[in-house]
């Protein structure tokens, strides 16, 4: 029976892909298909194709920038910025109405959270009404379909089984997730229905160009997908895109004709997905992607490759060190440059233990002042250094009240003197590692003697390549190291051989024939990939989705302890102007000296879009400071403290110097003082 197009994307299974078609009535699109962005608009009476898959080419978005008016608008699917779904208020009457409308699979993203309006009977227990529960996976039992389901917040969890046949009200429960509109599009774009979503991201105005979203939009998204098939015809090799709003109608005659006939595209993921004793084999290059990264432009040229294995390559996702927008990269590790460390941020003691590694004496110095009220945890001032130690019990008193308590074992530096010290493991001040080591590092050896995250400047550039995209970046913060998809692809004379990225570059090819593996071996090379800002967060989502977390820093005490027990500490002595403590990090509040930023090096670990432009390096002068009256983090709330600064990196040479000059402009303010003061005198005395 003739269908229209429309009708038959919008209710064929796409697990029963491929398809066959013949168009009943055809149309004709007069104007060039290149002029349609390559769509294919020309399908004559009696034409034949195999449908190969139907996707999402777009999506309208209706927008309320003002009361009482809407807008449409185009997003393509590479329209960056990050979205929250809105939960779909429309019930699903029963659970095979969820399954025919979202996707179920053993991923992460595609295992929905509903709610019934009333209670669901089990064997053994009941789901109460309201109770959220997870659609794990789909299964079938005797033909008969079922879901695997999970309630989350019982402790044990539930574990139950329900027919698609459940009737009931369900109701879709709030998301707390960030997508890209690429994975709305794969799983969270219900069937038949539109979709609610927030911008909960801000996007840079340079990458908005090809994005009709009004600026600074931060209302709610209703999106609609605008659908596309893909197809081959009979008499041609390349891959059509079809409008599925085309006025055709179609007829579906799979039985009747032999798929096999028609040439077989094939995607990179199709490609990865084979078995490992099907490569190498030959491959025809059917359609290229309009960018490629410089390192693999040779498939422009290329009309057969071969691909010869498919692999998981790990990969160090690292982020540039600036103040304003960031790039992001995946570094291999038969990248040949040379690292240099740059000094880390850590903003609790607890994260200075797990960042202390026996190789190597971990040296740091405060950012922010803690004052101790408990007898046996030590007051840290701002310009504090420490070398850590280790972590260890200790009892403390606080008033008439002892305890045993975790601490970390530091010693502190106080001219030429060590003092053994213990800090609490929940200080949450900060610190600020001071580098001793000038050493140039390889990427690997960075991964096997350090902790990630790390902080490192390219030293020496990749001189493999013409251009080393590192070189210029001021610094890099490796975050991780992760796993990926690669195919190994070359030319047909093996001259260029790399690691072509699976979930990153888009080409269609149809396998030729096998290929003899090549005697001799293969240089395979890999890129540096600087990847976008939905990548980015996408590969974190995906990297840290199976990583089981850290242990999280001691809790503070609920209940404070009564005023009447608070002891007030003694004020430590702090050393004169002669013996100032050799610290990079300075405190900003007092009357300053600026120092030339050219002899600096920055450096910082925090998050990016938390911190202000960076500000000249100062130095206090040489008076005695106090701790301030900051509640104990023991007892205080964490948020009780918001002063926020900007330290610069100096090494210890550079610290030297300073404090010879300053101690030099000291003597200097002082012989100035002295003529003044006699005069003072001489009036008075005249007086």
């Known amino acids: 029976m003739a269908m229209t197009l429309d009708e038959f994307t919008r209710s064929v299974d796409p697990m029963s892909l491929p398809r066959v078609l013949q168009i009943q009535s055809g149309i004709y699109f007069q104007g060039s298909v290149y002029e349609m962005f390559g769509r294919e608009c020309c399908l004559p009476t009696g034409e034949i194709m195999k449908v190969t898959g139907i996707t999402i080419s777009k999506l309208t978005a209706e927008i309320h920038p003002e009361e009482d008016k809407s807008i449409t608008v185009s997003l393509p699917l590479d329209c960056p910025g990050l979205f929250r779904i809105v939960a779909d208020e429309k019930p699903y009457n029963t659970l095979g109405e969820i399954v025919d409308a979202l996707r179920i699979s053993s991923d992460r993203l595609g295992q929905p959270v509903f709610r019934c309006s009333c209670d669901l009977q089990l064997p053994d227990e009941t789901v109460k009404k309201g109770e959220s529960f997870t659609l794990v996976s789909l299964k079938t039992n005797d033909g008969e379909g079922s879901v695997d389901c999970e309630v989350m917040q019982r402790d044990p969890k539930l574990r139950f089984t329900l027919k698609l046949s459940q009737q009931g009200e369900f109701y879709e429960c709030e998301d707390d997730q960030f997508y890209t509109l690429k994975e709305l599009v794969e799983w969270k774009m219900p069937k038949g229905r539109k979709r609610t979503v927030n911008l909960v991201k801000s996007v840079p105005i340079e990458e908005m160009r090809f994005c009709e979203l009004p600026e600074n939009y931060s209302g709610e998204l209703i999106l609609t997908p605008v659908y596309e098939l893909q197809a081959v015809m009979k008499f041609r090799k390349d891959v059509v895109h079809i409008p599925s709003n085309l006025d055709v109608e179609v007829i579906d005659v799979t039985g009747q004709c032999d798929s096999e006939s028609f040439v077989q595209p094939l995607s990179l993921t199709d490609m990865f997905k084979k078995e490992s004793g099907e490569f190498p084999f030959v491959a025809e290059i059917i359609e290229t992607p309009l960018h490629l990264p410089e390192e693999l432009k040779f498939l422009m040229n290329c009309k057969q490759v071969i691909i010869h294995s498919a692999e998981q390559a790990k990969r160090i996702l690292a982020s540039e060190i600036r103040s304003d927008r960031q790039s992001r990269f995946l570094l291999p590790n038969s990248y040949k440059g040379r690292f240099k460390r740059r000094p880390r941020e850590f903003p609790t003691a607890y994260d200075l233990e797990v960042a202390k590694r026996d190789k190597e004496q971990l040296h ?5 002042t803690f004052e101790s009220r408990y007898e046996g945890l030590a007051t840290v001032l701002v310009g504090d250094q420490f070398l850590v130690q280790r972590r260890e019990m ?7 009240i002892r305890k045993m308590v975790e601490a970390l074992a530091c010693e502190k530096i106080e001219g030429r003197k060590y003092e053994t010290v213990l800090i609490p493991m929940c200080l949450d001040g900060g610190f600020v590692e001071v580098i001793h080591d000038k050493k140039q590092y390889s990427i690997s050896e960075i991964c096997q003697r350090f902790h990630l995250p790390f902080n490192v400047k390219v030293a020496m550039r990749d001189l493999s ?6 070189a210029v970046v001021p610094g890099l913060h ?5 796993t990926d998809s690669y195919l190994v692809i070359s030319n047909m004379d093996l001259s260029e051989c790399w690691e072509v990225p699976v979930n990153r570059t888009s080409l269609t090819l149809q396998v030729l024939h096998s290929q003899p593996r090549p005697t001799v071996p293969l240089t395979v090379r890999s890129a540096v990939e600087k990847i976008s800002e939905d990548c980015y967060y996408t590969l974190r989502r995906y990297a840290t989705a199976s990583i089981i977390p850290p242990p999280r820093p001691p809790k503070k005490p609920k209940q404070p302890l009564s005023d009447s027990l608070k002891q007030t500490p003694p004020q430590p002595v702090r050393p004169q ?14 009357p300053v000296v600026p120092v030339s930023s050219g002899s600096v090096k920055i450096c910082s ?10 500000s000249p390096v100062t130095l206090p002068n040489p008076v005695p400071r106090k701790a301030s009256s900051l509640d104990n983090c023991l007892e205080r709330k964490a948020d009780s403290d918001d002063d926020t600064h900007d330290y610069e990196y100096i090494d210890e040479d550079e610290v030297d110097s300073i404090r010879k000059k300053f101690e030099e402009q000291n003597i200097h303010n002082t012989k100035k003082a002295k003529p003044s003061n006699a005069y003072d005198k001489s009036t008075k005395a005249g007086r």
């Open 478 to 482: 490796l975050e991780e190291e992760i």
């Open 364 to 368: 740091v110095v405060a950012t922010r």
């Open 394 to 400: 200790s009892e403390v008193a606080y008033g008439s």
């Open 605 to 614: 670990s925090v998050p990016i879009s938390e911190k202000k432009m960076p």
């Open 577 to 590: 102007s002669s013996h100032l403590p050799k610290s990079p990090c300075i405190n900003k509040p007092k």
């Open 465 to 470: 390549v013409a251009v080393d995209m590192l």
